[in-house]
């Protein structure tokens, strides 16, 4: 097999990776304060408010820190071994959910968020290990297509879960009086076990997981250094000036994920008008996936058409669709849905129409940051991209772990002023860096 139709080969496997081993979390965090909340409805001691956000800031809280680590662990153990202890750690987490309360689902959270910089830093790596400067975009492209076809099995698995549940209480789901979406015992065991039987196949891809030596990879491994070495080079690093004029891309890419994970879509289950919809958070599900896969298939072409696509072209593609997202968001969510169940009306009422066209638009936002995010972090440091990655994973768990924190707080509007505001200064930031790089490469030439 030719190098080039390898590194295309890696890029499915590792998105196949991704797909089956973030499921369970994905899946979990599209419902997992409405799922909480239902819960406590039935034992109120068993789960404490706002326990899906104050969980999932504990996921981020924790992935910070971890980050810190994860390069030295990649270093210490290889990717291989690095993936399969992620997968362990994931498999534990939606294993929780067969039991929620406080003393289970939290310490799950804290392996959780262990487990993401390993998965991050163990596929950066693998994913720069097999590319060069030419495909690293079309490879990342073609990787975070197929990953994201993740939402589209979830969207199905929710669909399913509500259909095939049998108990008395799933009755209750879609009635008016509760006023939001509500899951029963038995919806909330399939929904587990699900992302159970697809942590396991993650864990047998990462244990298979096919390994060649690429001419012109973009990874250029450093001398092998101790475990304090590693980390002396994750902090200095840190302290460069392009790491840091990326923090607010960085940040807003945290923020965007707690946002479009579990912010927009217990706004949507909280919204009371669309509390009888039973299937929209899986529909949203499913329009997130067709707009992941869009932009996917968008930035192949113009990888093929157009050189460095995967710079400027994509990032403006990113503040048009945020910009057209946030409009919609504030004109058609009511502004205490993402505290509370509500039946307030938004500015422009609702529509079964919004939440979907929402998770497009979170979709082609989400792929085009990723694709920017990881391009860029690739070029600033090529002589050790697992420390650029985990530095950018660092930040935006930082950012991810606040914004589900104020969720719980401020109305809608007022996430949408910090999304934006965040947005501004990291296209800023993005800019420099930019500049910086051409700077370079013409002193070295």
Request: with cysteine.
């Amino acid at each position: 097999m030719k190098d080039d139709t390898f590194t295309i080969l890696a890029s499915v496997i590792i998105g196949i990776l991704q797909m089956v081993l973030l499921f369970g979390y994905n899946l979990m965090g599209f419902a997992v304060e409405s799922v909480m909340h239902s819960v406590k409805g039935r034992c109120p001691d068993c789960i404490i408010d706002f326990a899906g956000y104050y969980g999932q800031c504990l996921v981020y809280i924790v992935y910070t820190l971890s980050n810190l680590l994860a390069p030295a662990i990649l270093h210490t153990i290889g990717i291989r071994k690095t993936l399969i202890v992620a997968s362990l750690c994931f498999l534990a987490y939606t294993s929780s959910f067969l039991y929620i309360h406080n003393f289970v689902y939290f310490p799950a959270a804290i392996l959780a968020g262990f487990a993401f910089p390993l998965y991050y830093v163990g596929a950066g790596t693998y994913s720069a290990k097999h590319s060069t400067d030419a495909t690293f975009s079309r490879n990342q492209a073609v990787f975070w297509t197929v990953a994201q076809i993740s939402f589209l099995l979830t969207g199905l698995l929710m669909i399913a879960s509500s259909e095939f549940s049998s108990d008395q209480e799933l009755q209750l789901n879609v009635t008016s009086a509760k006023g939001y979406r509500h899951y029963s015992e038995n919806e909330i065991d399939l929904l587990t076990y699900g992302s159970m039987a697809m942590a396991c196949i993650a864990l047998v891809i990462a244990a298979f997981l096919p390994m060649r030596n690429i001419p012109n990879s973009i990874f250029n491994p450093a001398n092998r250094k101790s475990f304090r070495e590693q980390l002396g080079l994750m902090f200095s690093t840190m302290m460069t000036s392009k790491m840091f004029l990326l923090v607010p891309l960085h940040c807003f890419g945290g923020m965007y994920i707690a946002f479009w994970l579990t912010i927009y879509p217990t706004t949507v289950a909280f919204t009371s008008e669309f509390a009888e919809h039973k299937h929209l958070i899986g529909y949203i599900c499913i329009s997130l996936t067709f707009g992941e896969v869009l932009l996917g298939l968008i930035i192949s072409y113009g990888n093929r058409k157009f050189a460095n696509f995967g710079q400027w072209p994509v990032l403006w593609m990113t503040v048009a669709s945020f910009g057209i997202n946030i409009v919609v968001l504030v004109l058609f969510s009511p502004p205490l849905a993402s505290i509370r169940p509500t039946d307030g009306l938004p500015i422009l009422g609702t529509s079964i129409a919004i939440p979907i066209l929402m998770g497009v638009l979170n979709g082609i936002v989400d792929g085009c940051l990723n694709n920017v995010r990881m391009v860029a972090c690739a070029k600033v440091l090529p002589e050790n991209p697992a420390i650029s990655f985990s530095i950018s994973k660092f930040y935006q768990g930082a950012a991810c772990a606040t914004f589900y924190y104020v969720s719980s707080i401020f109305t809608v509007y007022q996430l949408a002023g910090l999304l934006s505001g965040t947005l501004a200064l990291g296209v800023i930031g993005y800019a420099l860096v930019m500049r910086l790089h051409i700077n370079v490469k013409q002193i070295k030439c």
